[in-house]
Every structure is written in C-alpha cells, then in structure tokens.
C-alpha cells in the first residue's frame, strides 16, 4: 500500500474509543497497523490494545520486532479463521472490540461467516476487500446473493472507499474496496443455522427461478415440489420470482418455513 491516506480512512473508520481492543487480520507489512498505532500515540484514546494476528511466521517475526516497543500492541503467529473461534480471541472479546484487515479473496467468504457466527461479535469492522466483492456483500434486491444475504443476516454493509490499483505497489490485477460493517443490533428472527441453510438452497443456481431450486433442495430431502409451492405461498411469493429478487426481510421469512420442513 503506498497510498497513505488509505490507511488512514480504514483507522478513522475504525472510531477508536477508550478500551477498545483492536485486532487486526494480516498486518503484513505495517501499513494499517501503523496508522492505528500513530493514532493511539496522538494520545485522543487510552488503554487501546491492539492484536495483530498473522500467518505467515516471517511477516509475524518482522512486526514483533518493528513494534516491540509498543506495550499495547502484541503479535499472534497463528490463522485467523482458527484464532477467532478459539479461547485466546474469547478472552479478547470481554472488552469491546473492533476488526480491521486486508483480505485477500479466498479467505473472505469463510472469515465473514466465521464472524457472523461468534457470540461476541464486533462493534464494527473494517476491511479491504476486492471491490467485486465489497459490491456483492452490499448488494440488494435484484441484485441479491448468497454472500450478500449471509453477511447482512447479522451485518449492516457500506461500501465507504474504493481504492485503485495505483495505490499499491506492484499494482495488483483487480480493484479493492473498503467495507464497514456494522453488527445489527435486532436479534434476528430465525436461527443462524436455518438460515444459512435456507439461502444454501435458495441460491444454489441463482439463475433458476427460487420454486426450482426450493424444488430441488426438497428433493435431496425425498421431499416433492409440492413442499416448495407450499413454502412459497406461505411468503406470498410468485412461483417465477429468483432468488436475487429477495429483500433480506424475505429472505428470513423464507428461511423460517424452510425450517419448519
């Protein structure tokens, strides 16, 4: 990233407030981590503690050794994915805390279910994606999708940032996006379970009509299309409506009577 304003809007984003813990996915090499550092050092915010949770063991040893002299900053060689669920980021998660990172693609989809399913979720996070992605997690009716409607069943998306190619050095292949997300505060109306399983289905071939993939998923269950039909005149929808069509509101409901089946 050779772009520092970049940086600097995903740590104003961030909103730092007294004892918050930040934990940062992949600092890599110390650009977002810097910034947040430099904003703690301005003094505006204390007792900020801030966990950088890095893979790769030579990009770990390199920030331990570059922020050593940081108190409040300490490094986790381990994954993410791994380290979110485990007792470490438990302990972490009884201060309020916050998500920051740069995501590379195939660890997305995964990390942002992985979170949506956390008892503690954050106060918000902040993340670099592809803004192919970013756009697909903000997306809304008929523009509908898996992603979108797993990540926004406990999320609500901005697209705050887009960042070019030109602001990373080798200039990477596609766009990026910054996404903030913030935890809905609602309790949601079904379980999370349900639900992810209900949009499994519902978008298993987005260019179906959503009867034909209800059908199809009632049919792994030895269940017939009048199963399908029946959910869907429950919800009061069209047999030809598809899946991208659905508001997220719809998308519970539906999940709900797929549940009951």
């Not at 809905?184 to 992810?196: G, I, L, N």
Request: aromatic share 6%; with cysteine; hydrophobic share 45%.
């Amino acid at each position: 990233m050779v772009n520092p304003k970049v940086p600097g809007a995903i740590t104003a984003a961030l909103r730092l407030a007294a004892d918050d813990t930040v934990i940062e996915i992949g600092p890599g090499h110390g650009e977002l981590t810097q910034a947040i550092i430099d904003k703690v050092e301005e003094g505006e915010v204390q007792n900020v503690k801030l966990v950088m949770v890095e893979k790769d063991p030579l990009l770990a040893a390199e920030a331990r050794n570059r922020f050593r002299d940081r108190s409040f900053a300490t490094v986790v060689e381990g994954d993410i994915l791994e380290f979110l669920p485990g007792e470490a980021a438990r302990d972490l998660m009884t201060r309020p805390y916050k998500l920051a990172g740069n995501l590379p693609y195939y660890l997305t989809g995964h990390l942002l279910r992985i979170v949506g399913e956390l008892e503690r979720k954050p106060l918000l996070a902040a993340f670099m994606v592809q803004q192919e992605v970013a756009e697909r997690i903000a997306a809304a009716p008929p523009h509908m999708n898996r992603l979108a409607a797993a990540v926004q069943f406990w999320a609500l998306p901005e697209v705050m940032l887009r960042v070019p190619r030109a602001d990373f050095d080798p200039p990477p292949a596609v766009e990026s996006a910054v996404i903030l997300l913030r935890p809905r505060q609602e309790t949601a109306s079904v379980k999370p379970d349900v639900f992810y399983a209900a949009v499994r289905a519902a978008f298993a071939q987005p260019r179906k009509t959503l009867f034909n993939n209800l059908r199809d998923a009632f049919a792994a269950r030895a269940l017939g299309a009048g199963e399908a039909l029946r959910v869907l005149n429950d919800c009061k929808l069209d047999r030809s409506v598809r899946p991208q069509d659905l508001p997220l509101g719809k998308i519970e409901e539906l999940a709900r009577r797929f549940g009951d089946i």
